[in-house]
């Protein structure tokens, strides 16, 4: 194992110089959760600055022994797991039974990183073709150094985590910005990892507002990983550009749900209930739109209102929590509205199902395709349910939006075929949102939302760039790449290219 080399120590993250803070405010009850510091952008410069040699450091110890740490902060986070799902409630709202499962999730995709970076990212030959025979070609995968992460709050361990823990895998040191609703969760986060990597600040935690994430961008990182929404993604790649760093932009969503003629209507329905209300619907992926077959629609329904009914948000034993951003209020507010204005109506809940920071479910039908809860992500525990004639009108109704993260699709012939034809990053057929959770596939959106990927090898990738090298091992006997090339080696070339792709007219 390599060991520490003698370095200026990293910048004391906890406080700013400049002694401004923000503060945490419990969603469900308004009480002060924490204070934290404001950090500038000389301090996030700082913590980058700390963070190069730390890089060298943390990718000279190779992929085994990264693996071995990593796997090591697992450990710390699964013995610590209760603390933590505690910390995302108070921050942030959930119940605590879903922070844990948010948590266990981070864990399988933290242990993918950690097991398959080597195969993956490591060295490996390539063939060369004819024309370059006598090369020896190896292609691999190096991290940038210091790459930075700007986290969302309503999934602050696992969303993060996917470019965190990959990021790290990839040999890269992380400088992570949490949101300013969850920044608890970040620094106990960072506190674990230190416990099993004290050597180096591989992996440092800055809090602020949005001109410390700003700084970051700013801060010559390798590049930004970035989950939130579609309009603060397009002011964090301004702001990388400024310096060309590179971004992954994880974005919103205004995912759907079909319903096929032949569907299982029980599990339809239980998966459009807890895919459009859980994390009060506070989710990128969270169905948002439900299209039904209209031979089967009268009976979904039925099932639907069977399952959310009894549903509520609140405190204590409820199943939904409160809104975590106070501004999101308004903006559901706004989606039901406008759309009972334009003729739809509420089934379960509606304009008067929000109380303070607590939104009641709400199902709306007869939604038109314009209206600003069928073409905007409401963020709220809302379902806009429409019947199709066919499956042909739910797929060009889903791909007529702007955004393009997850899909779902129930039915028990044509599913694959439905899917096949949905323009968004992931589907998942006669289940809600399984490819998030398989830890080998990717995770991302087209469109408004966004680019780039985590998880799985496609998620190790966009923390390195690719290294080609290659090795003449002998001399051709006709020099290609020189000025004495004469009319002879051009006619073998010449006869070459006929031999080799002549035939393919």
Not at 109 to 120: F, G, M, N
Not at 124 to 133: I, Q
Request: hydrophobic content about 45%; overall charge neutral.
């Amino acid at each position: 194992m390599s060991t520490a080399r003698s370095l200026p120590a990293a910048p004391d993250t906890t406080r700013s110089t400049t002694g401004a803070t923000f503060d945490v405010i419990s969603p469900a009850t308004g009480a002060l959760i924490g204070t934290y510091p404001i950090h500038s952008a000389a301090e996030v410069d700082a913590a980058v600055a700390a963070a190069r040699p730390a890089a060298d450091w943390w990718a000279g110890l190779g992929f085994a022994e990264r693996a071995r740490r990593l796997d090591a902060w697992r450990g710390e986070i699964t013995s610590g797991r209760a603390e933590l799902a505690r910390i995302i409630h108070r921050e942030m709202g959930k119940p605590i039974s879903d922070a844990k499962l948010e948590i266990a999730m981070a864990l399988e995709h933290l242990a993918w990183a950690s097991a398959h970076a080597r195969e993956v990212l490591g060295p490996r030959s390539v063939r060369p073709g004819l024309l370059a025979v006598n090369q020896e070609c190896t292609l691999e995968y190096r991290p940038f150094g210091v790459v930075g992460v700007i986290g969302p709050w309503n999934y602050p361990v696992f969303t993060p985590l996917g470019s965190v823990s990959f990021g790290l895998a990839a040999g890269n040191a992380v400088v992570f910005k949490p949101s300013e609703y969850t920044p608890g969760v970040g620094l106990w986060l960072a506190e674990r990892f230190a416990a099993v990597v004290p050597e180096q600040p591989v992996f440092q935690v800055i809090t602020g507002l949005g001109e410390t994430g700003a700084a970051l961008c700013r801060s010559g990182v390798g590049k930004i990983g970035f989950t939130g929404s579609t309009a603060t993604g397009k002011r964090v790649m301004a702001a990388c550009a400024e310096t060309l760093t590179p971004v992954l932009m994880e974005l919103g969503g205004k995912d759907a749900l079909l319903v096929d003629a032949d569907a299982d209507l029980a599990s339809a329905a239980d998966a459009a209930v807890w895919g459009g209300m859980s994390n009060a619907g506070q989710t990128c992926l969270g169905v948002e739109r439900v299209y039904v077959h209209t031979d089967v629609y009268d009976d979904f329904l039925a099932e639907l209102l069977d399952r959310a009914t009894d549903l509520r948000a609140g405190t204590g034993a409820a199943k939904i929590g409160p809104i975590t951003m106070p501004k999101q209020i308004e903006i559901i507010r706004d989606h039901i509205e406008d759309a009972l204005a334009r003729g739809a109506r509420a089934l379960l809940g509606g304009a008067h199902a929000i109380d303070g920071q607590f939104v009641q479910p709400t199902i709306l039908v007869g939604v038109p395709e314009d209206a600003l809860a069928a073409t905007e992500e409401t963020f709220g525990p809302t379902l806009t349910v429409t019947r199709v004639r066919d499956m042909d009108e739910a797929i060009e109704l889903v791909n007529a939006g702007s955004y393009g993260l997850g899909s779902t699709v129930f039915a028990r012939r044509d599913g694959k075929r439905i899917a096949d034809r949905i323009r968004a990053g992931g589907t998942s057929i006669n289940a809600y949102v399984a490819h998030a959770t398989i830890t080998s596939l990717p995770l991302g959106g087209v469109g408004d939302s966004g680019f780039g990927r985590v998880h799985g090898p496609d998620g190790l990738k966009e923390f390195t760039y690719a290294k080609a090298t290659t090795r003449q091992r002998f001399p051709l006997p006709l020099a290609l790449t020189t000025f004495t090339r004469g009319r002879t080696t051009d006619a073998v070339v010449d006869r070459l290219v006929t031999v080799l792709h002549g035939r393919n007219r």
